[in-house]
């Protein structure tokens, strides 16, 4: 049976914890904002979401060799997860974004 690393532990503990108050935070505040505008700021939220993930995955591997995208010893493999998993928040930003650019756009006229 394999040891446990505690440190390993914390650390999937505490990014849980984190990202689940931060979708818990967001959608709390977004519960008051309907239409197309609420829709956009969940999508653009979700964007900051993943793109936090990232983020904290970028620092715990370099300081702690912990990482939750980059799952496999074969390093094209952890490259291309890697870079999929930032083009996917992204691509939710930019929708986000394009939402909201479309809405403006329509008041104009």
């Known amino acids: 049976m394999e040891e446990v690393n505690i440190v ?61 995208i980059r799952m496999t010893d074969n390093v094209l493999a952890n490259n291309i997860l890697d870079h999929a998993f930032l083009q996917i928040s992204l691509l939710f930003l930019a929708w986000g974004l394009i939402t909201l650019t479309r809405m403006v756009k329509s008041f104009k006229k």
């Open 8 to 68: 390993e532990l914390i650390m999937y503990f505490a990014t849980a914890l984190i990202i689940g108050g931060v979708v818990y935070s967001l959608y709390i505040s977004m519960a008051g904002i309907g239409g197309v505008i609420g829709r956009a700021l969940k999508i653009i939220g979700v964007g900051i979401i993943l793109l936090s993930l990232y983020a904290l995955d970028s620092v715990f591997n370099n300081l702690i060799d912990f990482s939750f």
